[in-house]
């Protein structure tokens, strides 16, 4: 898995843009970051919901990981090793993400589609 196709997926779903997040390479919606590139590319932390981070993590424990801040009081995501983990995999943490900081009305649209 590669930048450029967690770029794809990410910029695939509605009114996502890319930007910075505390200088790090990241994409929004609605300036809602949901993905953030470590340095050197190899490594992303999705901030899906906790059922989905953990989810991924008993699936792929070698490539998955919990994210947790102020010692283990606030829940962030899931990170991931994008050099390890199939392309496969990552998209639907990449949409989980989009559907967790995404507005509803967004989603609501976006599964409406045709």
Not at 13 to 38: N, S, W, Y
Not at 47 to 75: K, L, Q, T, Y
Request: glycine share 8%.
């Amino acid at each position: 898995m590669g930048i450029d196709e967690l770029r794809a997926y990410a910029l695939a779903l509605p009114e996502v843009t890319e930007g910075k997040h505390f200088r790090l390479h990241a994409f929004q919606v609605k300036d809602k970051t949901f993905i953030v590139l470590k340095e050197g590319g190899s490594e992303a932390i999705l901030h899906v919901d906790r059922a989905v981070a953990r989810a991924a993590v008993v699936e792929m424990p070698h490539v998955c990981e919990e994210i947790w801040r102020n010692s283990g009081r606030i829940f962030v995501g899931v990170r991931v090793d994008l050099e390890s983990v199939p392309g496969d995999r990552v998209r639907p943490l990449v949409e989980g993400a989009w559907r967790n900081k995404a507005p509803k009305r967004l989603v609501t649209a976006y599964d409406q589609r045709d």
